[in-house]
C-alpha cells in the first residue's frame, strides 16, 4: 500500500533552537518527494521538491534530505522562529502528475518565545 | 496576480443542500485540483483537471461533481450534502505536468464547509 508517515506527529521547541521531522515512505515507483508548509487556516505552501537523484535541497533555514534506498526523508529547520509554528506535511509522488501525490498527515510544529 | 482564489471562506449547510465552491486562479495554469482536509488524515483528492473541458476522478469523488469551461475556473459542486463531507476543501493548480516532474503546485486558502 502506498504510504507517508511523519514523525513525530507534533513537537515544542524554543525559539532559535533547529529540529528536524521524518518522513517515510512505502510508495512505489517514485517520482519526487514534497515538503509544504501550512499555516493554520491557510493552504500549503510548497517548500522544496526533490526527484530519486538529489539527495538534499535548502529553502532559506529549511534543508530537506532524500535516501531513496531507505525511502526515508528529513526536514531540517535551522535558528527556528515563531513563523516557523506550522503544519509539515510530506507528499510523494509515485508518477508524473499531480494525481499520483500521496500525503502524509503533517507533523504540527510549535516554536515557543 | 491574486494566485489561486477559493470562495466562500466558510459555509455551513443542512443535510440535503446543494452548493458550489468556487475557484479560480490566474496564472494560466493548465492543471487544477480539488482536495479535502480531514483531522488525522492526509489531504485527499476529489477530482482533477489537466485542461479545460477535461476533468477526472480522484481519489474521493462520491457527492461531488466538477466541469472546467474555462483554464481560470474549477468549480466543485455538492450535488446533496451529507455530515460526511464536514471538511476543509482546498482548490491547487499548477503547469502542465506532462513531462515535468518538479512543477510547483499553489493552492487556495481553503473553505471550511460544516453540514448539519
Sequence with gaps: KNQVEQ??????????????????????????????????????????????????????????????????????????????????????????????????TGTRLLVSP | NAGVTQTPKFQVLKTGQSMTLQCAQDMNHEYMSWYRQDPGMGLRLIHYSVGAGITDQGEVPNGYNVSRSTTEDFPLRLLSAAPSQTSVYFCASSRATSGIRTDTQYFGPGTRLTVL
Design chain 1, 7 to 104: 514523525s513525530p506527529q507534533s513537537l515544542i521547541i524554543l525559539e532559535g533552537k533547529n529540529c528536524t521531522l521524518q518522513c517515510n515512505y512505502t510508495v512505489s515507483p517514485f517520482s519526487n518527494l514534497r515538503w509544504y508548509k501550512q499555516d493554520t487556516g491557510r493552504g500549503p505552501v510548497s517548500l522544496t521538491i526533490m526527484t530519486f537523484s538529489e539527495n538534499t535541497k535548502s529553502n532559506g533555514r529549511y534543508t530537506a534530505t532524500l535516501d531513496a534506498d531507505t525511502k526515508q526523508s528529513s526536514l531540517h529547520i535551522t535558528a527556528s522562529q515563531l513563523s516557523d509554528s506550522a503544519s509539515y506535511i510530506c507528499v510523494v509522488s509515485r508518477d508524473t502528475g499531480f494525481q499520483k501525490l500521496v500525503f502524509g
